[in-house]
C-alpha cells in the first residue's frame, strides 16, 4: 500500500486488509513527511512493515515494496482501497495455475454503493484474442489500486517507469509486461474496493494526457508518437489549459525518453492498435447517441 500525509484513510485500509481471510503480510510505503502519521501506521495492529524512503516516490513506491516482498505474488492497494475477501487466495490459485501470468487485473467496486468502476466494462471487453495460457480477458490496462503481480516479473521488467512517476503508470508496465513475453489478464471474480476522496484532484488530467504521450515516446512507433504529440498541441492552441500543461511536462521529459525508447514487438503493437480501434468505435458511437 502506497500513502502520503493521509493517515485517517490509511489506517482505515489497514482496517480492511486486517479483516481478510488470507491473511496476507502488509507493507506500507509512506510517501509523507509526518513522523506520527508513520508511526501510527507502524501501531496497527496488522503488522505491517512500513518503508519511509523519505521523499514522495509517486508510483516507484510500488517497486520498493515489491523489492522488500518475500512472497511470490504482491497486491496493490492505496490508501483508500482495499480487497474482498478470497480475491487475494483466488489471484494467487490463477497464478499458481498460470506460470505465464504476470499481472492480473481485478473488477474495481467503488464507493459504499460498490458501483461498477467505468475500467471494468473496458478490461471485461477487450477485444485482444482469448490466449489459453491465460485465465479470464487477456488486456493491456488496469488500475494501480487494483492488481495483482508476480514477483518476478515485475522485477524482471524493472515495474513502474520513473520517467512517468504517477499518472496512468499503468499502461507502460503493461506493455512492457507483454512485451516479455508475460501475460496481463482481467478476472471479474478477484474483486477490490475503491473508495476515493470525492474531492476533485488538480492538475491530474494534465499528469495523464503527459504520460500517456511519454508512453507512446518511450515505446509506440515514431509517427503514432509524432500524430499524438500534433494533437495534443493542437488543443494547447485551441486554449486547452491542460493540454498545454501536458505539452510542457512532456516536452520536459522528452530528451530522457528518446534515450530509453524500446519499441514494442510487432504482437504487441498489433495489440495495442486493435485497443485503439476499440476506443475509437466506442467514442463514435458516444457521439452517434448524443
Do not use: K
Amino acid at each position: 500500500m502506497i500513502t502520503r500525509d493521509r493517515a485517517p484513510s490509511a489506517l482505515h485500509t489497514l482496517d480492511r486488509l486486517a479483516e481478510l481471510p488470507e491473511r496476507p503480510p502488509v507493507i506500507v510505503v509512506d510517501n509523507g513527511t509526518d513522523p506520527a502519521a508513520t508511526e501510527a501506521l507502524r501501531a496497527h495492529p496488522v503488522g505491517a512493515e512500513v518503508l519511509t524512503p523519505g521523499h514522495n516516490t509517486g508510483a516507484l513506491g510500488r517497486n520498493l515494496a515489491v523489492r522488500h516482498a518475500r512472497t511470490p505474488y504482491v497486491a496493490f492497494s492505496d490508501d483508500d482501497s482495499w480487497w474482498g475477501p478470497g480475491a487475494l487466495g483466488r489471484a494467487a490459485a490463477l497464478f499458481d495455475d498460470h506460470p505465464r501470468l504476470g499481472l492480473l487485473a481485478a473488477r474495481s467496486l467503488v464507493g459504499p454503493e460498490q458501483d461498477e468502476d467505468p475500467v471494468n466494462a473496458l478490461l471485461a471487453g477487450s477485444p485482444l484474442p482469448v490466449d489459453p495460457d491465460l485465465p479470464g480477458r487477456p488486456v493491456l490496462g488496469f488500475l494501480g489500486c487494483a492488481c495483482v503481480v508476480r514477483r518476478r516479473a515485475h522485477l524482471e521488467t524493472g515495474g513502474y517507469h520513473p520517467l512517468l512517476f504517477f499518472g496512468a503508470e499503468e499502461t507502460l508496465l503493461a506493455y512492457d509486461l507483454a512485451a516479455a513475453g508475460w501475460g496481463v489478464a482481467y478476472d471479474s471474480a478477484v474483486v477490490a474496493h475503491h473508495h476515493p476522496d470525492p474531492g476533485a484532484r488538480p492538475g491530474r488530467s494534465a499528469l495523464l494526457r503527459r504520460n500517456a504521450l511519454l508512453t507512446d515516446w518511450l515505446r509506440r512507433p515514431a509517427h503514432v508518437a509524432v500524430r499524438h504529440t500534433a494533437r495534443l498541441a493542437a488543443a494547447a492552441v485551441r486554449g486547452d489549459p491542460g493540454a498545454a500543461t501536458a505539452l510542457r511536462g512532456a516536452a520536459v521529459r522528452l530528451p530522457g525518453a528518446l534515450r530509453q525508447r524500446r519499441r514494442l514487438p510487432a504482437g504487441v503493437e498489433h495489440a495495442v492498435r486493435l485497443l485503439e480501434r476499440q476506443t475509437h468505435a466506442e467514442h463514435e458511437r458516444e457521439g452517434t447517441a448524443r
